[in-house]
């Protein structure tokens, strides 16, 4: 009779259940978004920064995923005194947690990217969306940041009148 494989031997993402997403990127697993970078960027940005993409999405849908879950599991701890009693105050992370920040600060650079020019060989900063809770009243102040564009569905949908907060959204940002 053939031996059965034991779980510790199937290395597939399908196989480890509770995976964000198993074997798709992130990225492409959204056409939405596909779409709206498609139509907001600049051509010669979006067809550079679709690979990058494709490889962050799959990076999320697996391994970065699992990082996360561990990293969540076993927070940073915050050391007082090292072992002779004196202070010597230091943070121990978890090795996952350590692989999070070298995706996203080393090889994405997601800290600089809005801010430097060569981040993941673009020749200039990318451009800064606000995105999230971002009500009306709030939009001058967001705009005042710097930052290129401004999503306010939340202010437009919930609305008594769509229309006119959309001309107001318009007259705030200009």
């Not at 970078?37 to 979006?46: E, G, S, V």
């Amino acid at each position: 009779m053939p031996e059965m494989a034991r779980q510790s031997d199937v290395t597939g993402p399908a196989d480890r259940p509770g995976l964000l997403a198993p074997d798709t990127s992130g990225y492409r697993a959204d056409p939405a978004l596909t779409d709206l970078l498609r139509i907001h960027l600049p051509d010669a940005l979006f067809f550079h920064i679709e690979p990058h993409l494709d490889r962050l999405g799959a990076l999320a849908g697996g391994h970065l995923d699992e990082c996360a879950r561990l990293a969540d599991r076993h927070v940073p701890m915050l050391h007082q005194r090292d072992r002779f009693g004196r202070d010597a105050q230091w943070i121990e992370y978890h090795p996952a947690y350590r692989e999070l920040e070298r995706a996203a600060f080393g090889e994405f650079g997601i800290h600089a990217m809005s801010l430097r020019k060569g981040v993941m060989g673009w020749p200039a900063p990318y451009p800064v969306v606000a995105i999230g809770g971002i009500s009306l009243e709030r939009l001058p102040a967001v705009r005042a940041c710097g930052v290129q564009g401004v999503a306010v569905v939340s202010a437009v949908t919930l609305a008594d009148d769509p229309q006119a907060a959309v001309r107001q959204a318009l007259a705030l940002s200009a």
